[in-house]
């Protein structure tokens, strides 16, 4: 097993999920009530291991309805999962989390609409949460607020302006500013820059990257596809049917997918289906509902290398380099398999 996944209870992960699962429904539905119909119970998170490390930018990457919100969700406590276990430096993360606890992991979503109150200016809704968690005393409200619009790319002028009086991008500036307001050690961001124009997204990912330098937040950053985090994550984790398929480091999973999901979100990169030498990892159609995921591989109706044991084998994420974890019982054959060029040009 991995170096990961077998890391002693002592070690410094920011966070950890173990064997973390989470179904929705699970009463009968009126079909199944009448003997027709599948099962009711959605298992959007089913077995997922995965560690933030301090200090990193983690990616998450998957197609729609993966369970990527899903753990976030679990991660900053408005949901619970159905089973397995979160712990933070060490510690296993209470279901119901105190103001303190809260604090430690803040969240971003693709709309920041939905974290900003459109009916208070900035200035009295940083001031509310630097006062409501003691973050300096009042007669440093003002100047907190200022260096905080500052780290975000923001002026002092803009304390008495409402949500509604920026563009999107500033918008998401702003969800950042009240999301790091409180200091806390995780930020994860869910899809951040997917609701924003091209040339905007490139400056909101560049303040990800800074604030990790100048807070030394850990950062657990969401999104569709891999081309977004190829130059912003230190690793990326990639996930398919509520399951973490491959984990590695951005330079090594680029360079060497073991997972035939990932080399397929890699060959979708426009860049690289105008290098790819064959089309075999094309995505065909949407994943299979979690309502019915396949037995054996849940990847295999739409694997290129998939074979009989594929479909009698439910692979667990196991090592397949130093660092490099994937759930996949062909990881050597797809080793050999080479790449479209671009893959080699990483700076
Ligand atoms: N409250 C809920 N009740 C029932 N099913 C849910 C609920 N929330 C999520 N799901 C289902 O769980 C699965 C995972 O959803 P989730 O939102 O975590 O996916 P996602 O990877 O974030 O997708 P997207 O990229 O579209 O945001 C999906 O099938 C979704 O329909
Ligand atoms: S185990 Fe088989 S079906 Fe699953 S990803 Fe690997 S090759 Fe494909
Ligand atoms: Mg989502």
Request: with cysteine.
């Amino acid at each position: 097993m991995s170096e990961i996944l077998d890391a002693p209870a002592t070690d410094t992960a920011m966070v950890r999920v173990s064997a973390l699962t989470k179904s929705y429904g699970g009463g009968a539905s009126w079909l199944s009530r009448l003997g027709k119909g599948g099962p009711s119970t959605l298992k959007a998170l089913d077995g997922v291991d995965l560690d933030l490390r301090p200090g990193e930018i983690l990616a998450l990457v998957g197609e729609s309805g993966s369970g990527k919100s899903t753990l976030a969700k679990i991660l900053v406590g408005s949901t619970t999962p159905t089973s397995g276990d979160v712990s933070y430096r060490g510690a296993s993360a209470p279901s119901h989390r105190d103001r303190e606890t809260s604090r430690r992991v803040q969240m971003v979503f693709q709309d920041p609409y939905s974290s900003l109150n459109p009916r208070l200016t900035v200035g009295r809704m940083l001031a509310e949460l630097l006062l409501l968690h003691r973050i300096v005393p009042r007669r440093e409200v003002r100047a907190e607020s200022i260096r905080l619009l500052n780290l975000v790319g923001l002026e002092e002028e803009v304390l008495g302006a409402y949500p509604s009086q920026f563009s999107g991008g500033q918008r998401q500036r702003l969800a950042i500013a009240r999301a790091i307001a409180v200091r806390p050690d995780v930020l994860i961001a869910d899809e951040p820059v997917s609701a924003l124009d091209v040339s905007v997204q490139a400056t909101i990912l560049e303040l990800f990257t800074s604030l990790r330098a100048e807070l030394g937040l850990s950062i657990l950053f969401i999104a569709h596809n891999l081309a977004v985090v190829q130059h912003l994550s230190d690793r990326v984790a990639v996930m398919y049917l509520g399951r973490i398929v491959e984990v590695a480091d951005t330079r090594e999973i680029f360079a060497r997918p073991r997972h035939p999901y990932t080399r397929a979100l890699i060959d979708s990169i426009p860049r690289m289906r105008e290098a790819s030498v064959n089309d075999a990892f094309e995505l065909d159609g949407e994943p299979p509902s979690p309502y019915h995921v396949p037995a054996g591989c849940r990847f295999h109706p739409r694997c290129a290398l998939a074979g009989d044991a594929c479909r009698a084998t439910d692979p667990p994420l196991l090592q397949v380099g130093p660092a490099h974890l994937s759930a996949c019982l062909k990881a050597d054959e797809l080793a050999a398999i080479p790449l479209p060029d671009p893959a080699q040009e990483l700076p």
